[in-house]
């Protein structure tokens, strides 16, 4: 039985490479180790800096923390009105170390500023160490998975509504 499925394996090989696979890249990410601050300010300093650039912020490991899982040890999502999203996070074994990623509408349309901002907030506010800084882009292709994101991070907002017992009007 196992040659059989080596050989289906085989025979699909081909159709399954030629297959396009279309990602969504992050317009940036950057990795910042914060070994002065406290997971706690990392994420109350974050927070603020994207409520002041106009975006909605949930602390889904705060959630996840409070019901008992622990998948990521810090994990915060934003979305703004210009369908702009940010996901900041970091691992349980890692807890020093955070990602950044930025998404916008493809296609790419980099906000410089904003980028800039971000990385001021890493290095300056924060006092931790920038890595791995990467810009990408998107083509109009990708809107579609992109715009499928954005309804994913509406409903855990949704959810956290419900879950905290709020009702948006």
């Given at each position: 039985m196992v040659g059989l499925l080596v050989l289906f394996n085989?025979?699909?090989?081909?159709?399954?490479?030629?297959q396009a696979v279309l990602a969504l890249h992050a317009d940036m990410t950057f990795l910042f180790v914060c070994e002065r601050q406290p997971r706690a300010e990392v994420e109350r300093q974050s927070e603020a800096f994207l409520k002041q650039n106009g975006f909605r912020v949930l602390n889904l490991a705060d959630i996840q923390h409070r019901h008992g899982f622990r998948f990521m040890e810090s994990h915060l999502v934003a979305l703004d009105r210009d369908q702009r999203m940010v996901e900041i996070m970091s691992v349980p074994s890692g807890k020093e170390l955070y990602s950044f990623a930025l998404y916008s509408m493809p296609p790419t349309e980099h906000s410089t500023a904003f980028e800039g901002d971000a990385l001021r907030l890493a290095s300056g506010a924060l006092g931790c160490e920038k890595r791995q800084i990467?810009?990408?882009?998107?083509?109009?292709?990708?809107?579609?998975?992109?715009e499928s994101e954005i309804r994913r991070v509406e409903r855990l907002f949704e959810q956290a509504?419900?879950?905290?017992?709020?009702?948006?009007?």
């Open positions: 085989w025979a699909l090989e081909p159709a399954i490479a030629a990467d810009r990408r882009e998107n083509g109009p292709e990708r809107r579609p998975f992109f509504d419900r879950l905290n017992g709020e009702r948006r009007l």
